[in-house]
């Protein structure tokens, strides 16, 4: 086991390291900017580095002040937690070269999984069922006319060096390709200087369902089962539940096993996630893979009792994983809401002090935060206050106990979005379990 | 409570093996907390803090700067995360002594990040007050390294 772990990252996921390594008698180190000073990552770290000045571009994403902070410190590995250098191939070979553990998958894992387009053309490989599209982009409308043929409509046009919704159009007929083609390559180019764009099958309101699997570096791999994360508001995800209610216990097998050569074919070690649409009539097409420890991971920990950061510590520094694919098993239901510091009508951000915290307790009830009383919010990272996650013996008791968390929750001083997901949690569809990666949209224009 | 005060009380803690000191003084509360020995220079914590004053200066600088800055001392902070050398090389003559006079663009000390030497040159000219941090000792971002008098 690492005697020393630094954590390259901030906020409530930096505590979750922190805690994870204090509970495996690992010391910890971890690096802020001047914004953070008074952060609770700093505080309960047994050792800090400021890194530089707020912007993150100047501290958080600069390698060589990291990896300076890992010298000076005579650290033995770094977990990079998720965003800033976490899915950074180049950062991780860095790493390598200076003899520090990255405590995650190889970097040509990361490569591989970051570059989306060969990610699908590998997973079809595998056979694992992709979208229907074009492979490469498109260079002209007759090219166009010819693959929207074979892919059939509703079909979508995207930006190849893009996301975030930008470059992208929906055509739902042959005749407005050429236009659809003309705006979304202009968009592209405007937004990522690049104005290449492919085709895909559009799936007009699926369910965004990832599969969480493990990989030891001896080659042993599981999947945890899934999560269900269609709750997103311009494709940031807001509330996630463990296990979905659109899956079967056959449906769940084979989108593991799917999953779990996806990862096998990337050489891939460590926690990861592949993602994953589901259609309503339960087929399901490989989109990406997430090469980090994502952001609602406790949904997973809590539904089957696996701690993910301890366990990627674990694989990190060689040992065998325990896990077995049949000692993996899901107990109950868990469900997990973003609170971020933004307005809870227009989310719009709210930095500032929190001049009251009351975060709920009780059965079935965990808090992931980095708030505290008298904190202030610095404005130049993410607006994520805390996760607030929960158990049940069913999906059932999970959101009664939900509703009364986010009812005793106190978070004063700045805008969050409590009682947005108050309004989530009391709506027919998502209590009869019924949502899709338009429900949010549905909802917001039911007034 | 002044610098000579701090450095007067770390000696102490480390003299007792004190781990954790807390002072009160004239409206004043200072938390020092020590590191092991090769991290002294993790954060003194200033309560009640002043918000815009902990995000001006670096969290790792001594709690008398603010007053040292008042007096018209201007700070010279690392640019980067490394180790502090005050000479070319062990043995050597340091670079400036504690009441050297320095021009603009004047090497004042080394700091070594990932196998690479980088000089840090004064930004002004004056005259060293204080150098605030030892030889080989590890140091952060925005940490105050010197003091100059503006000459």
């Known amino acids: 086991m690492f005697s020393k772990i630094l954590i390259a990252n901030r906020g409530e996921i930096a505590v979750r390291v922190i805690r994870a390594c204090r509970e495996l008698g690992v010391r910890t180190v971890a690096v802020y900017s001047q914004a953070d000073a008074d952060a609770l990552h700093v505080q309960l770290a047994d050792e800090a580095v400021c890194i530089g000045p707020p912007p993150a571009s100047q501290s958080y994403l600069q390698i060589a002040r990291i990896m300076s902070a890992a010298e000076i410190t005579g650290t033995e590995a770094i977990h990079p937690g998720y965003g800033f250098l976490a899915e950074n191939a180049h950062f991780a070979e860095v790493c390598e070269a200076c003899g520090i553990r990255f405590i995650g998958p190889p970097s040509q894992s990361i490569q591989l999984m970051g570059d989306k387009a060969a990610a699908r053309r590998m997973a079809a490989t595998q056979g694992v069922p992709v979208l229907p599209g074009s492979q490469e982009p498109v260079h002209d409308l007759e090219e166009a006319q010819r693959i929207a043929e074979e892919i059939g409509f509703p079909l979508i046009i995207k930006a190849s060096a893009g996301g975030g919704g930008k470059g992208m159009r929906v055509v739902s007929e042959p005749e407005a390709i050429e236009s659809g083609l003309a705006m979304a390559g202009a968009e592209a180019a405007a937004a990522f200087g690049n104005a290449a764009v492919y085709l895909e099958r559009f799936l007009p309101d699926p369910r965004h369902v990832e599969i969480q699997v493990v990989l030891d570096a001896g080659g042993r791999g599981i999947h945890l089962g899934e999560r269900d994360c269609s709750i997103q508001r311009r494709h940031q995800k807001l509330l996630e539940e463990s296990p979905s209610p659109a899956l079967t216990p056959v449906l769940r097998g084979a989108m593991g096993e799917a999953a779990l050569r996806v990862a096998r074919a990337a050489g891939y070690q460590n926690a990861g996630t592949v993602e994953f649409l589901l259609d309503g009539d339960g087929h399901f097409y490989f989109m990406e893979m997430n090469t980090r420890i994502q952001v609602e991971h406790p949904v997973t920990e809590m539904v089957t009792g696996v701690d993910l950061v301890k366990t990627q510590i674990r694989i990190a520094a060689g040992e065998p994983m325990q896990l077995t694919q049949v000692g993996v098993i899901v107990q109950g239901h868990s469900l997990e809401c973003r609170i971020n510091a933004e307005d809870p009508d227009r989310f719009l951000p709210s930095p500032g002090k929190l001049s009251n915290v009351r975060f709920p307790g009780g059965p079935g009830i965990r808090v992931d935060s980095h708030a505290y009383v008298g904190y202030v919010i610095p404005p130049f990272y993410d607006s994520l206050v805390a996760k607030l996650i929960a158990h049940g013996h069913d999906r059932g008791e999970a959101i009664g106990r939900m509703q009364r968390a986010l009812d005793e929750a106190i978070v004063e001083g700045i805008q969050t979005t409590i009682p947005f997901h108050q309004k989530i949690l009391r709506h027919p569809e998502f209590l009869a379990g019924r949502t899709s990666t338009r429900f949010v949209e549905r909802m917001l224009s039911e007034h | ?151």
Do not use: H
């Open chain 2, 1 to 151: 409570m002044d610098l000579k005060e701090l450095k007067a009380l770390l000696r102490l803690m480390e003299g007792n093996d004190v781990e954790e000191l807390e002072v009160e003084e004239g409206g004043r509360r200072v938390r020092i907390r020590r590191r092991t020995a090769a991290m002294p220079m993790t954060a003194p914590a200033v309560l009640p803090a002043a918000a815009g004053a902990r995000s001006a200066t670096a969290a790792a600088a001594p709690v008398a700067l603010p007053a040292a800055e008042g007096a018209g001392l201007i700070p010279v902070e690392s640019p980067m995360v490394g180790t502090f050398y005050r000479a070319p090389a062990p043995g050597a003559e340091p670079y400036v002594k504690e009441g050297n006079l320095v021009e603009k663009g004047t090497v004042l000390c080394i700091i070594e990040a990932m196998k690479l030497m980088n000089e840090i040159e004064a930004e002004v000219r004056g005259r060293i007050a204080k150098i605030l941090v030892e030889n080989a000792q590890p140091v952060e971002f925005g940490q105050t390294l010197f003091l100059l008098e503006p000459a």
